[in-house]
T-cell receptor
């Protein structure tokens, strides 16, 4: 059974700092890995999707990397802002299962203070 | 969220009553999912659909049923609500094929008293 772990569970940083969120998964046979953002009381917003053949994806100040062999992904946030405060979730779609079902980590709660 | 809406947004119901949550999409995506989100458990898959009238169970399907009579609508029914089903329910849609990019609805907060 695929298990996804996110470390740290919570992170508090001052504005402007660069930071890294970690995600690990137990089964490396994945279709893709996705990073989502969730604001309190809201749904999930897709940030980045890394296909199994890719090593990284970038969107603005966000960069996600994928190392399938070690079962790890990192989300790098550059020059953090208070508006980045949210819960960040990673999820994997397991190769060999059908229909894009995702297994989620429990998330990292990020607080960026001014 | 653009292209996917859930209703109701909030609901309080009594133990033992049936409850139906609705997910509606305008993206014509083939795949639809119901997840629940609980503290300490994260998001877990309840049921999913890979086409009209084609559905299957997820990780936590006991006590839930689903129906999909049209591409755009995916209904989740709690046959007889229990307090353990108090949760936030999210519907999601994905592209029907690799790499399965996801879009989530805004969620339904259900309280069973």
């Amino acid at each position: 059974k695929q298990e996804v772990t996110q470390i740290p569970a919570a992170l508090s940083v001052p504005e402007g700092e660069n930071l890294v969120l970690n995600c690990s998964f137990t089964d490396s046979a994945i279709y893709n890995l996705q990073w989502f953002r969730q604001d309190p009381g809201k749904g999930l917003t897709s940030l980045l999707l890394i296909q199994s053949s890719q090593r990284e994806q970038t969107s603005g100040r966000l960069n996600a990397s994928l190392d399938k062999s070690s079962g790890r992904s990192t989300l790098y946030i550059a020059a953090s802002q208070p508006g980045d405060s949210a819960t960040y979730l990673c999820a994997v779609s397991l190769r060999g299962t059908s229909y894009g079902k995702l297994t989620f980590g429990q998330g990292t709660i990020l607080t960026v203070h001014p | 969220d653009a292209g996917i809406t859930q209703s109701p947004r909030h609901k309080v119901t009594e133990t033992g009553t049936p409850v139906t949550l609705r997910c509606h999409q305008t993206e014509n995506h083939r795949y639809m999912y119901w997840y629940r989100q609980d503290p300490g458990h994260g998001l877990r898959l309840i049921h999913y659909s890979y086409g009209v009238k084609d559905t299957d169970k997820g990780e936590v399907s006991d006590g839930y049923s689903v129906s999909r009579s049209k591409t755009e609508d995916f209904l989740l029914t709690l046959e007889s609500a229990t307090s353990s089903q108090t949760s936030v329910y999210f519907c999601a849609i994905s592209e029907s094929g690799y790499p399965y990019g996801y879009t989530f609805g805004s969620g339904t907060r259900l309280t069973v008293v």
